[in-house]
């Protein structure tokens, strides 16, 4: 089982709907989670973290964590063309101390408009 | 804002060289980190460093070796290229109390090995 987990897709969303991005993980002591978008050819650049169970939100994007379910999740509301990319979740071990991050491989979401 | 700066963006090299990639962050990062990313392969930890002189083995650190003298930089090294070793390599740094925030990461140097 892969520590971290992501359905690759691709996701095939239109313009200003909601687009779903899930992610699961296998480390129950796992303490905080992350969300990177990559465009194509480009270097992740982080966009949402995470820490406690529960909803987070910033601007149209809001991370979901319910590490009772080790899922975390990512919504992206009134999706845009330039939405589309690859998002990455990453997960750090509760028992790393030297701020080591498992990701995912990645879920392709492309937005049409 | 974190900047990680990587000295190249592409890089051509031949079979054989001693290749060094250069990787510096302004932010007084702990931790510093080093991944390739192949297409459907996602981002592979080749190796990381969580203090100067100090280093720690990825998950494919065959073929690499690392050097961390200075807290601000941390370079790559293949020893002796092959063309296996062709792809995106992208430096990444973290810090904070609790080592509990993200990373951050540079621009990314392609590399190809003729």
């Known amino acids: 089982q892969k520590e971290v987990e992501q359905n690759s897709g691709p996701l095939s969303v239109p313009e200003g709907a909601i687009a779903s991005l899930n992610c699961t993980y296998s480390?129950?002591?796992?303490?905080?989670f992350f969300w990177y978008r990559q465009y194509s050819g480009k270097s992740p650049e982080l966009i949402m973290s995470?820490?406690?169970?529960g909803d987070k939100e910033d601007g149209r994007f809001t991370a979901q964590l319910n590490k009772a379910s080790q899922y975390v999740s990512l919504l992206i509301r009134d999706s845009q063309p330039s939405d589309s990319a690859t998002y990455l979740c990453?997960?750090?071990?509760?028992?790393?101390?030297?701020?080591?991050?498992?990701f995912g491989q990645g879920t392709t979401l492309q937005v049409k408009p | 804002d974190v900047k990680v700066t990587q000295s190249s963006r592409y890089l051509v090299k031949r079979t054989g060289e001693k290749v060094f990639l250069e990787c510096v962050q302004d932010?007084?990062?702990?931790?510093m980190f080093w991944y390739r990313q192949d297409p459907g392969l996602g981002l592979r930890l080749i190796y990381f460093?969580?203090?100067?002189?100090?280093?720690e083995k990825g998950d494919i650190p065959e073929g690499y070796s690392v050097s961390r003298e200075k807290k601000e930089r941390f370079s790559l090294i293949l020893e002796s290229a092959s063309t296996n070793q062709t792809s995106m390599y992208l430096c990444?740094?973290?810090?904070?109390?609790?080592?509990?925030?993200?990373?951050?990461f540079g621009d990314g140097t392609r590399l190809s090995i003729l």
């Open positions: 990444a740094s973290s810090g904070g109390q609790g080592n509990d925030q993200p990373q951050h």
């Open positions: 480390d129950r002591v796992s303490q905080s």
């Open positions: 995470i820490y406690s169970n």
């Open positions: 990453a997960v750090k071990s509760g028992s790393s101390n030297t701020g080591k991050l498992i």
């Open positions: 932010m007084d990062h702990e931790n």
């Open positions: 460093s969580y203090d100067v002189k100090m280093k």
